[in-house]
């Protein structure tokens, strides 16, 4: 049997605030979600002016890199690249870049989902939140 580590609610908000500042000092609005190794929602942060509808997105940007343990870019690709059958794999819905998954010792942990900005800027958000952990 393997032991596993997961996040705890000092990591979560770490990387929320790190997240928040990469936002910030970038003048993005936008929302940021993190989710444990199941893609069950941890924290939930829409800053000033951030579209409502990326309330929907950050979170499932992060569900999908958490079940998937790959970036969501990765299907983004994969459908324009023509594989879109892939857009009906049940229960996975944020299949747009900016989805991050967090790996400690292999293993991921969680993920984080931002969305708002131009999804690579997205992805830069969702990495700098996962920086703050140092791992």
Do not use: C
């Not at 893609?39 to 569900?63: F, V």
């Not at 970036?71 to 324009?80: F, R, T």
């Amino acid at each position: 049997m393997k032991t596993k580590s997961y996040l705890e609610l000092a990591d979560v908000k770490a990387i929320a605030a790190a997240a928040e500042a990469e936002a910030l000092k970038n003048s993005w609005a936008v929302t940021i979600a993190i989710a444990d190794d199941a893609g069950n929602l941890l924290w939930l942060q829409r800053l000033d002016g951030a579209a409502a509808i990326s309330s929907h997105i950050a979170p499932a940007k992060a569900h999908t890199a958490a079940l998937g343990r790959r970036e969501s870019k990765v299907y983004e690709d994969m459908i324009n690249g023509g594989r879109t059958s892939f857009l009906t794999a049940p229960g996975i819905e944020g299949l747009l870049e900016g989805g991050v998954p967090i790996v400690k010792d292999g293993q991921v942990i969680g993920a984080v989902g931002v969305s708002g900005v131009k999804s690579n800027e997205d992805a830069q958000i969702a990495r700098a939140g996962i920086a703050a952990l140092g791992l």
